[in-house]
């Protein structure tokens, strides 16, 4: 996830322990090398693993995590030291990638997300890959047909309400953009800016997905409707947003539908609803950096990514939802994941051929 989520109240994430589970993953990981021909060509190429530099460097967003077992299990199965990098947010780990092109920052990346693959895909600095763990069945998540960048999870980028603030006013919640525009929705609604932050730009591209061209007239009258644009998701949603513990002014905020699980109480009910009517979902990627000092070693993290003992720890630890789809979800996730069934998407190359315009548009429009 690139910008952030609230914090889990039901159980720990970032520090949630996989000490049962370590010994399967390592096993796991283990068949997976042994099937893909460890003991001569590596997944995806023909070195030799013993022949490959015996480090790797992961470049990624500050949202990234893996359990410190799942770490070691990767380590103790190829023998390879793994340093994280985290040097830019979502937003702008793609500028990272391009400024240091000639000079590369490590040997994989994680975190690139559907709003800004086109950009690195057009920049060249990523070395296409095809993981054989690639689960069949999720063409509908590639970035491109050339494997520049491989699905590794993703979330859907919605609405949520505050339930009690319009209970308590006796009003309906709004489910539609439409609905948003309407002089009863005056002044509830807190978005973040798509220039500095991954789910703003999702949102921008919804607008997009839902009324094409006419996307910036859109904006224009939500701006008229007393529209609030906080710069990151931890202002929008913990500082001004009136369902969480900033207890703000905005009953309406943009962020995840898997928010409302984290404002849960004892009796299992959520202080907040996601409204699925206009959510945008967003994939993230990883990928092997081109000029890479260890590309051998960077297919079998992502490699290593795609295993389903890793799969199922991702809910946990980065609030997304695995793409492989055998993947084991946490019970509170299965209730959550199923409210959008139908999101906005927009293919990557249409995002990375107007993201510019559009965030240009939108601030002339929105911000003025």
């Known amino acids: 996830m690139a910008d952030g989520q609230p914090q889990p109240v039901p159980f720990t994430t970032e520090r949630h322990s996989m000490n049962k ?99 690195a895909i057009a920049a060249a600095v990523l070395q296409p890959y095809r993981s054989p763990n690639l689960p069949s069945g999720i063409d509908d998540l590639l970035a491109d047909d050339q494997g520049s960048l491989t699905p590794i ?37 807190v978005v973040t800016n798509p220039a500095t932050s991954s789910p703003g730009l999702a949102f921008l591209a ?21 529209l609030k644009v906080a710069s990151s998701w931890t202002e929008a949603y913990t500082v001004e947003f009136s369902g969480s513990s900033g207890h703000g002014n905005y009953p309406l905020v943009l962020s995840y539908a898997t928010s409302p699980m984290y404002e849960e109480n004892e009796a ?31 297919k079998l993290f992502i490699d290593f990514l795609l295993t389903r003992e890793v799969q199922e720890t991702i809910p946990d630890e980065m609030y997304m939802a695995p793409v492989n789809p055998e993947a084991t979800l946490p019970q509170v996730w299965e209730k959550y994941v199923s409210v959008v069934t ?27």
């Open 21 to 119: 589970k370590l010994l399967a993953l390592a096993m796991a990981f283990a068949a997976t090398l042994t099937l893909s021909g460890c003991s001569g060509d590596t997944p995806g190429g023909t070195s030799s693993p013993t022949t490959m530099p015996d480090t790797l460097t992961v470049v990624t967003h500050g949202s990234f995590s893996l359990s410190d077992e799942t770490k070691a299990a990767f380590e103790a199965e190829t023998g390879i030291k793994v340093t994280y990098l985290s040097p830019a947010d979502g937003g702008t780990l793609v500028s990272e990638l391009i400024l240091t092109k000639d000079a590369p920052l490590g040997d994989v990346v994680f975190g690139i997300d559907n709003t800004f693959a086109g950009r």
């Open 153 to 189: 999870d993703f979330g859907d980028v919605c609405l949520n309400a505050d339930i009690a603030w319009y209970a308590a006013r006796g009003q309906a919640i709004p489910q539609t953009f439409p609905d948003l525009l309407k002089p009863e929705y005056a002044g509830q609604l």
């Open 206 to 226: 919804a607008s997009y997905g839902a009324f094409g061209q006419d996307y910036l007239n859109y904006w224009e009258a939500l701006a008229a409707n007393d």
């Open 268 to 298: 299992g009910q959520s202080a907040t609803v996601a409204l699925p009517g206009m959510c945008f979902r967003q994939v993230e990627y990883a990928g092997i950096i081109a000029g890479a000092s260890n590309p051998e070693g960077a």
């Open 342 to 368: 139908d999101p906005i998407t927009v293919p990557a190359a249409v995002i990375a051929a107007n993201r510019d315009n559009w965030i240009r548009e939108w601030t002339e429009v929105v911000l003025g």
